[in-house]
């Protein structure tokens, strides 16, 4: 049982140690929020919200997602006692989308819930696979010896598999190059909504490649255009930003828009979400892998515990803290060795917040009690 006594929004402001560029935006530095949560008998829970500055990925920004989280998630949980984190989505069905405010709350009470069981985050979702392989995104760079070099230092570091994001025009010759370097490596491009179906003809030249699957080629709303596409293609597609619901899973399912679906917790509004979708995957053969949102090490260690369940077939976006972060937030860091990160049997998220950290890159602190 946990009473919800308080919820403290932590702002931090994180600078990247490398800009990661992609078709839409330059990501340079992150401004989010830790959630935490805590009950009656003191002991707190730990959530990250990964919205980014400005909507370009989701409709969801740094301030939506705190403002939704003050005026309308915590007034419904504030004094609430709760038995089991499933219970959050029921409480706050009547808030419409706002998935990574609810999923920054959510996170943070299933964090809290796994403490008081003593058990593993991972455990209490019920994952399994505590070894998970990771692989690298890699962000549009000024020039191709840039690439090539961040790529070869991917490999050489054990990364499972290297995604590279692309742009219209910044595409065709760049995977010429790379694949004329590394011919064998297990190689995809993310476009973050890049292209339409005008660039059909384009797009029909990644299958020389040989890539395991190009991330979003076109708009998030265009389930019936991918469709199209994935008819066109042998490379198969994933999608990452269409997919935010059950719904638009079983949509993009029904339709044959994809052979493969890219999950993270934000977009989908936390864990119950993210299981119902992997659940729903499994059931029609569509493998499922962890995205990233360039998360501190909290966003991070939930992530590596969602991609414990069994349908996690593909390598994650979620590798090593120090990739991102001079210092990340946690302790231990996140940490790589072949490609793997072996998540900590530590109740909860498993990793220590590392507070002279937290409170270096805090810029403020709001406690709502
Ligand atoms: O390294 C990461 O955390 C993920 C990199 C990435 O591709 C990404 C980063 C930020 C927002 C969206 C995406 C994406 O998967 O589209
Ligand atoms: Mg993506």
């Not at 993270?264 to 993210?274: Q, R, W």
């Not at 001079?326 to 998540?343: A, C, F, S, T």
Request: with cysteine.
């Amino acid at each position: 049982m946990m009473t919800l006594k308080r919820l403290i929004l932590h702002e931090l402001k994180m600078p990247l140690r490398f800009p990661f560029q992609n078709s839409k935006e330059t990501v340079r530095e992150k401004r989010f929020h830790i959630i935490e949560l805590m009950d009656q008998d003191g002991v707190s829970g730990f959530g990250e919200t990964v919205a980014f500055e400005s909507p370009w990925y989701t409709e969801e920004t740094t301030d939506t997602v705190a403002m939704t989280i003050e005026k309308h998630i915590w007034p419904v949980l504030r004094h609430t006692t709760i038995k089991h984190p499933s219970e959050f989505q029921t409480k706050t069905a009547h808030i419409k989308r706002h998935h990574m405010a609810k999923a920054g709350v959510e996170g943070a009470l299933w964090d809290l819930y796994a403490k008081k069981k003593g058990r593993p985050l991972y455990q209490a979702i019920g994952g399994t696979n505590r070894h998970i392989e990771v692989g690298v995104a890699i962000g549009i760079q000024k020039d191709m010896p840039t690439l090539l070099t961040k790529i070869n230092q991917a490999i050489a570091e054990g990364y499972k598999r290297v995604k590279l994001k692309v742009s219209k025009g910044n595409d065709i010759e760049v995977l010429e190059t790379v694949r004329e370097a590394f011919p064998a490596i297990d190689l995809m491009v993310d476009a973050n909504g890049a292209y339409n179906l005008q660039d059909l003809k384009h797009l029909k030249q990644i299958d020389q490649f040989k890539l395991m699957m190009i991330e979003q080629p076109l708009a998030s709303d265009d389930f019936v255009e991918h469709a199209r596409l994935q008819e066109e293609l042998h490379t198969p597609i994933c999608l990452d930003e269409s997919i935010h619901t059950l719904a638009d899973a079983q949509t993009a399912i029904a339709l044959e828009s994809c052979r493969i679906i890219s999950m993270k917790l934000g977009k989908v509004g936390g864990f119950t979400n993210a299981i119902e979708i992997h659940n729903e995957c499994a059931k029609h053969n569509i493998p499922v892998w962890c995205g990233g949102m360039l998360e501190a090490g909290v966003g991070r260690a939930q992530s590596l515990a969602l991609a414990t369940l069994p349908n996690f077939q593909l390598p994650a976006d979620t590798g090593a803290s120090q990739r991102y972060w001079k210092q990340d937030i946690i302790q231990p860091e996140v940490e790589v060795e072949n490609g793997v990160v072996e998540l900590p049997q530590l109740p909860g998220i498993g990793y220590e917040i590392d507070l002279e950290a937290l409170l270096h890159y805090r810029s403020y602190e709001k406690s709502l009690g």
